[in-house]
């Protein structure tokens, strides 16, 4: 699934604006709430301000391309977002962690993730409230 997406630089921003930097705010929350070094809140502060505004400008930008698109490439780029997203998170699901706890953690962590994401998708108009499973669906 890597590569060029079915719409070309469309499905790249959507993985990129949507799902990539989504997951980097997703991420920049806890690390803030868990650091006590001041310094390193004020970056991770401005850090997740900075991302946030990436990931605006392209739910803004991609609900209005997305608008134009019939329903199949929509579909299709929502199968190849979902396919990626399973590839990328599929060797953290199934490499075994010592540590009972944390492997759920993560576990949740990712699947709850791609749900967020997903609600994402739908926000932009990607896809419907009731999403269609991808054509290959397993993991998160």
């Not at 060029?4 to 920049?28: C, D, K, N």
């Not at 070094?37 to 301000?49: E, G, H, S």
Request: glycine share 8%; proline share 6%; hydrophobic share 40%.
């Amino acid at each position: 699934a890597a590569g060029r997406g079915p719409a070309g630089p469309i499905s790249t921003m959507v993985a990129f604006h949507v799902v990539i930097e989504g997951e980097f705010l997703r991420v920049q929350g806890p690390i803030g709430r868990l650091t006590t070094c001041p310094l390193l809140r004020q970056i991770n502060r401005l850090v997740a301000r900075d991302e946030a505004r990436h990931a605006a400008f392209g739910r803004i930008f991609l609900t209005e391309v997305l608008a134009e698109l019939c329903p199949q490439t929509k579909q299709q780029i929502y199968d190849w977002v979902h396919d990626l997203w399973r590839q990328a998170t599929l060797p953290t699901l199934t490499r075994r962690l010592n540590n009972p706890i944390a492997q759920k953690v993560m576990t949740q962590w990712l699947k709850h993730g791609w749900r967020h994401h997903q609600a994402r998708l739908c926000q932009i108009g990607l896809v419907g409230g009731r999403v269609r499973a991808p054509l290959r669906a397993s993991g998160p």
